[in-house]
């Protein structure tokens, strides 16, 4: 092909989108529809995840020391927990803020344990976090296996409800962006076959005075990549629009439990090439699979 | 002399069971200008259509400017339409192109200049009368107009033969007359022309040869005193 | 004689600029039959269109079976258009619809019982020498046979008013002749004709009134010698 | 219109559902597609509802009883507090039954209470489950001017929390539902425009034969209810066998997490009729639709 049928080809796809305006506008709105639906379930099971795993991070595995154990001993001990591969923190407590806290957690009936003041049952304690819940109890084990600890008591089920809950928020979003990508491929190319149906004699008039096929699918092409792109742009501008008032409004939200969570979630910015890099790859893809697949039935004439 | 249209024994049967042809055997040489004529549903589109590739025979063989359009592949058949210009029946023109798209259309799938689009295209429309409604779109010109767009983007290319399917059904005669004396012109710099007509006054006119088609047989095959 | 259809000082400029039609007044009674010629774009069809309200005059006022079309409310103009039976220069058949369903429906609208209707679609189509396409779609038949569809779906209803634009473009001379003199049997029992044709063969051979249009004006008003 | 055209017209309906089929299987493959999202998204949110509400419901108000009741006032506390309002049910624990389960609580580490056998000094213990979280503060009041009443422990925070999750999920769910209607119907009415574009002559040739609006009308609207219906009963079967299959892997999971979650999930059958209900009407109104709003333009010949 001559640059001036390139350039010709290309004046035609633009033209088209015009010529075609009633097509062009229910496509974008039908484009704008599915990428604003993914695009949201993207953004959702990704703050889900990072708020799982804020949460998950708030879980302790309690170490007790035994009695016998002095302050440098337990600081020792200290030390060496620290040095387990899957541990990330330690906290200490010694004996006496055990008590404290111990009668502190009971509140006004504090009182009923001031009897224990004197000879305090409780032992040091270290709260430790692992940077992996699902090696758990692969570190409890090397504890336990330590000189100096009486007890470990690590939250398993805990462990295991959050590791489930961790896979299932990983799984249903992916789930979910899967069905939902299925889905919207299904609208995508039914609405794209209705259009092209709608231009089938056209094309069919195109190749009886003579063009080739690949003549006629270029300004396909090039209408379905103009109309991609601008779906993806309009829709990556409206979800990041949408995105940003939710934010806004978590963040005026009083409850603890959003306020919490709202500081766990991600930023636009951090994905936003990548998404913008997805929604305009479908949408070029919008332009190669109707000039690709679905023209080629018209063809053959 | 070169035969550019070749029929051999071709029988044509629509899958509605139609038998639109019988056993039609047919010679047209380089040069020649053929009238077709044929009452209504004779089979002379059918034959038409032949010669562009648009149906393909059930039995026989049909060879048109060198091609056989019954072995060709499907990648040749562009560049073979090229080599054609057509006026269809029912036209054909794309709704939404104008006038000057719709011609100029057929000679950008031929590659040329733009340069020599752009000089052509207005040259024929005016040939034709066409120069003021070149911006108008096909459904806001009258029928007759419609037809000499067609006519038109036929004879853009300067295609070695023309074929056409009633030019002149919706044209009052004295255009009609002054339409088949262009084509007449044309032939005579020795393109080859194949025009189906109802018009018997036309034919009287201009003594060409006349092939007549009755119920899918050839009836008539009767030569212009030129030959 | 009571009119059937005035035009009264009518104008048409198309949104494009055409001005298609100059101050055109016309009378036609009831029970005559007017061939209307002229060349091609003169504005033949956008008098014809007029009559159907398928176009409204720019300027003037258009009365047909009793209505005015400038005035009548968008409800009343089904009603307005069972009156007439119209063959359109570009046929307008349904293509999802067969031969004898596009014929069927122009009945159904008019809430006949479908008894009738089923006794009379096949008479009419056996009229026109279609009885055999019945079953086809409009794309699988020729040009000359879609043509006839189309006059056939104008006769179906016993029209007070038949309103044709060149019902035999695509149609030999022997067959034309024939559908004319059809026409002409369907004028004697007191069915008002307007048809547009380039064919002077015709206009010659059936003495009726003749209108001759050129570019948007009438040019000619000749009434047949029954007249 | 007499019976025979209404016969007639619905014919025509039918019929032009087979002379058009591509475009029906277009509009009937974006329906389904429509419909399941929304029906999935139904479905999770009333299943999250669902366990929120389980959770929920585990959250105690503890009671601690003064130390002077004897059994006998004790259980009279019980009854008053099982007929305040928002309780649900109230669950005993005696003093000793109380040192008990905090001896069990420490685990390996329980010898370390050993001492305080002689002298319990944990007070005796009502669990008392509210009905309603968000009116807690209400009911804990209300215990707390009974008599007997030592002290109350009230899970405040925890419902704070609860009730703002069960609101977020509520809320979410509602949104989630919205928006995937919104965005439905805007694909949906995309589609129906292109379809009945691609017929803009048919129904103009219709007109200038003489038919009335009504009469066009009338099998565009057969039609589309026809593939509406189709389309709703497509979905919901898809529905009903995805959700089956879901269940049933997750009555297979070995997760303790999943496994309660399972167990508190509505069944289809719950909803099914609802559901099936909310398809036909969104697939009739498809009809009604395309057949009142969209051809309506067209109609102006
Ligand atoms: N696509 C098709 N499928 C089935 N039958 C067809 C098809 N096209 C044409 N026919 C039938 O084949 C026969 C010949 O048709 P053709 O169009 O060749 O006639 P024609 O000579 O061009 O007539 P006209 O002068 O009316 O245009 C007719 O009976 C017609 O109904
Ligand atoms: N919809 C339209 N919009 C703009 N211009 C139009 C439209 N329809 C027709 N015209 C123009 O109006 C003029 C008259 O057209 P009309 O169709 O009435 O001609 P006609 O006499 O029927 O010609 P023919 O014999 O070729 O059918 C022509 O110049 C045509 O280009
Ligand atoms: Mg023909
Ligand atoms: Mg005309």
Redesign the interface.
Known sequence: MSLGSVKYLIGEGARNIRANRQMSIASIGVLVACMLLIGAAVLFSLNADAVMGYIESQNDVVVFVVDEADEEEAEGLGETLSAIENVSSVRYISRSEALEGQMERLGNSAYLMDALREDNPLPATYYVKVKDLEFLADTVAKIQALDLVLEVNSPTDMAATMVGIKKAVNLGGTAIVAILGAVSILIVSNTIKLTIFNRRREISIMKYVGATDSFIRFPFLVEGVIIGLCSALLAFGLLWVGYYYLMDWMSAATSSWLQLAYQHLIRFEDIAYRMLGGFCGAGAAFGVAGALFFVGRYLKV | MEAIITFKDVSKT?E?GTHALHHISLHVDKGEFVFI?????AG??TLIKML?R?ETPTKGTVLVNGYNLCTMK??H??????T?G?V???F??????TVYENVA??M????V??KYIRRRVPYILDLLGLAKKAR?YPP??????QQ?VALA?ALVNNPALIIA??PT????????YEIVELLNEINRCGTTIVMVT????LVAQFDHRVIGIEKGRITLDRGGKQQ
Chains 1, 4 share one sequence.
Not at chain 2, 108 to 111: A, D, G, K, L, Y
């Open positions: 629509y509605s004529v044929g009452p209504s549903g002379k589109s562009l648009e499907r990648r058949i562009p560049a073979f339409r090229r054609i057509v269809f029946q029912d054909r023109l794309i709704p939404t192109m259309f057929a950008q799938v031929t590659n200049s733009t108008s806001e010109i009258s029928g007759g107009e000499r983007r399917d009633e059904g919706n044209i009052d005669p004295e255009l009609s109802h018009e018997h006054g």
